[in-house]
């Protein structure tokens, strides 16, 4: 069975300052997807990124950070700088297959990210 | 491009009626569908999926039920609602897209539909 643990479940910082959201997954297969979605006050799931599980590059999106290690089951979320407008529920998910073979993703709890000016 | 539309947007129901969300796609032809519930302050459940018109797998036992009547177009019922039943839907749609790392799938959601039972 596969797990995705977030164990932030709610952070505040104040504008500029970097944070990282955890996430750390749990799966028995050798080939899997790991996923981040931001979903603001509107409630919208908004996909930020995904990642294979045979690609351990990290990766950099402005602000955004992504770091991904198989060896501590672990696929951090990062946001440099932090803005006001980043205020937001982040999840982290984790798919063990590809999704239009019907499989599903399995959600963290989420981590509630609160930026104060 | 693809969009996906769900309707209500909001609604409130009286415990023991009954409920019908659409969930529609466009700009796609078969693609796989999902409803998930989001509780207040909690993470997502999801609820069931479709890989083709009418065929439905459902992930959590309960008094929901959904169809999948055509292609683009998933539906969510139930005859009796629930107080537990309240919380936020979204529905869900997904593609397969080839990356210079491979052929990968990625989930894109609905606006979401919030539920108040009282």
């Not at chain 1, 979605?37 to 590059?57: A, C, M, W």
Request: charged share 15%; proline share 5%.
């Amino acid at each position: 069975a596969q797990k995705v643990t977030q164990a932030q479940t709610e952070i505040s910082v104040v504008e500029k300052e970097d944070v990282t959201l955890d996430c750390v997954y749990e799966t028995r297969d050798t080939t899997y997807y790991l996923f981040w979605y931001k979903q603001p006050p509107s409630g919208e799931l908004v996909f930020l990124i995904r990642r294979n599980s045979f690609d351990e590059q990290n990766e950099i999106s402005g602000r955004y950070s992504w770091n991904f290690q198989k060896s501590t089951s672990s696929f951090n979320f990062t946001i440099t700088a932090s803005q006001v407008v980043d205020s937001a529920v982040y999840f982290c998910a984790l798919s063990e297959a590809l999704l239009d073979a019907g499989n599903m993703l399995t959600f963290g709890g989420g981590t509630r990210l609160m930026v104060k000016p | 491009s693809q969009t996906i539309h769900q309707w209500p947007a909001t609604l409130v129901q009286p415990v023991g009626s009954p409920l019908s969300l659409e969930c529609t796609v466009e700009g796609t032809s078969n693609p796989n569908l999902y409803w998930y519930r989001q509780a207040a302050g909690r993470g997502l459940q999801l609820l069931f999926y479709s890989v083709g018109i009418g065929q439905i797998s459902s992930e959590v036992p309960q008094n929901l039920s959904a169809s999948r009547p055509q292609d683009r177009q998933f539906i969510l019922s139930s005859k009796k609602l629930l107080l537990s039943d309240s919380g936020f839907y979204l529905c869900a749609w997904s593609v397969l897209v080839t990356s210079p790392n491979g052929v990968m799938s990625e989930q894109f959601f609905g606006p979401g539909t919030r539920l108040t039972v009282l």
